[in-house]
T-cell receptor
């Protein structure tokens, strides 16, 4: 059963705390992405990785960090420097074939601040 | 500055009628466009795409039209069904040095009334 698994589904963060959101894919995709969705807004790109051990900042990378040590995994850490972390976080992976780049998404993690 | 705009936050349509969702973009370098469908508390799922070399792509009840000169694309759903009720995101991407970077619109919530 191939797909993208995000965990946990719900996460609470205390002030000054770092939290890590998990994203695992078994689709053998090279590229992986993290997006943030706020109410009434589209998906904003946080970080993306085209290949293992390499990643680039997206439009709103401040206060976040990522790693890509394995092809299957792309965890996102929300650091204490992110002052407004409450949002719905979506992970995606994609392949590039024939000029097409279709992203497949996980079910998301909803992060709230206590 | 929003590069991809969906100006209608919501749309209500009677079952069996046509739903038309619109999207405008500003970056002339975009060369690949996609529509995603999203149910609450789930990740978006890919619906249909179109390359900039085409002006129409059809898949069953779903058709996407691209007008490059107007920087406008639209998604037509015919006939609309209650199960189509969801948020629809327009997305656009261009190939850059880091690979594909996809920009999403804010989404349009479609209500199909039975």
């Amino acid at each position: 059963d191939g797909g993208i698994t995000q965990s946990p589904k719900y996460l609470f963060r205390k002030e000054g705390q770092n939290v890590t959101l998990s994203c695992e894919q078994n689709l053998n995709h090279d590229a992986m992405y993290w997006y943030r969705q706020d109410p009434g807004q589209g998906l904003r790109l946080i970080y993306y990785s085209q290949i293992v051990n390499d990643f680039q900042k997206g439009d709103i990378a401040e206060g976040y960090s990522v790693s890509r040590e394995k092809k299957e995994s792309f965890p996102l850490t929300v650091t204490s420097a992110q002052k407004n972390p409450t949002a719905f976080y979506l992970c995606a992976s994609s392949y590039w074939q024939g000029g097409e780049n279709i992203q497949y998404f996980g079910a998301g993690t909803r992060l709230s601040v206590l | 500055d929003q590069q991809v705009k969906q100006n209608s936050p919501s749309l209500s349509v009677q079952e069996g009628r046509i739903s038309i969702l619109n999207c405008d973009y500003t970056n002339s370098m975009f060369d690949y466009f996609l529509w995603y469908k999203k149910y609450p508390a789930e990740g978006p799922t890919f619906l249909i795409s179109i390359s900039s070399i085409k002006d129409k792509n059809e898949d069953g009840r779903f058709t996407v039209f691209l007008n490059k000169s107007a920087k406008h694309l639209s998604l037509h759903i015919v006939p609309s069904q209650p199960g189509d009720s969801a948020v629809y995101f327009c997305a656009a991407s261009e190939v850059n040095t880091g690979g594909f970077k996809t920009i999403f619109g804010a989404g349009t919530r479609l209500f199909v009334k039975a």
